[in-house]
């Protein structure tokens, strides 16, 4: 048998590889809810007063898109809104040029890059909005661990997108565009 991990991953592959199709089965990532809560209780680096975004991923431009959100945080300051942080929680070969991107734009104090952690799941539970801004997923670990922890979801539109998260976890963009002004409503609703 060629386990998927959703059934877009499916589609795909039998696209790719037809001649395999009956072979196929969808088994979707299992998540230890129980011990990613327990997890998640360990201190976290938050303070009040602003609304807190955080994204966690391998800081990679071409597939994860860090310098975009480093963008999304400059047309937010340059809307008037700034009372929140973006938590970039992550290492990777775009680090540095993103760190840079930050201070170019204007935007360090805005954009928080935490490094890699261990335990990213207090900065996920503690968290306002998990953003992911990804150029393509396939069925994204991070997701359930972000739903597993009880925190409200704004994506891009991936393949599986639609599978994995219901519309009272979160947001399905369907642009960057509609990505945007759903960041911008979810920041001013809560201020």
């Not at 938590?87 to 990777?92: C, E, K, M, P």
């Not at 540095?96 to 990213?120: D, M, S, T, W, Y």
Request: charged share 25%.
């Amino acid at each position: 048998r060629i386990v998927c991990v959703s059934k877009a991953v499916r589609r795909n592959f039998h696209k790719l590889i037809p001649e395999y199709a009956e072979k196929t089965e969808v088994i979707h990532n299992v998540f230890p809810v129980e011990e990613l809560q327990q997890l998640a209780q360990a201190e976290h680096s938050y303070s009040g007063g602003k609304y807190h975004i955080v994204t966690v991923g391998r800081v990679d431009n071409s597939t994860k898109r860090m310098d975009g959100i480093v963008r999304l945080c400059a047309r937010l300051k340059n809307d008037g809104i700034t009372q929140f942080q973006w938590h970039l929680v992550g290492d990777g070969p775009d680090l540095p040029g993103n760190q840079q991107l930050a201070h170019e734009l204007r935007v360090a104090e805005l954009v928080c890059f935490e490094g890699e952690k261990i335990n990213p799941f207090p900065y996920i539970k503690h968290a306002d909005l998990f953003a992911l801004y990804s150029a393509y997923e396939g069925f994204p670990m991070v997701i359930g661990e972000a739903q597993a922890l009880g925190t409200y979801i704004l994506t891009t539109n991936y393949a599986a997108a639609k599978e994995q998260i219901t519309p009272e976890q979160g947001v399905i963009a369907q642009s960057d565009e509609e990505f945007y002004q759903e960041l911008k409503r979810l920041i001013l609703c809560q201020n």
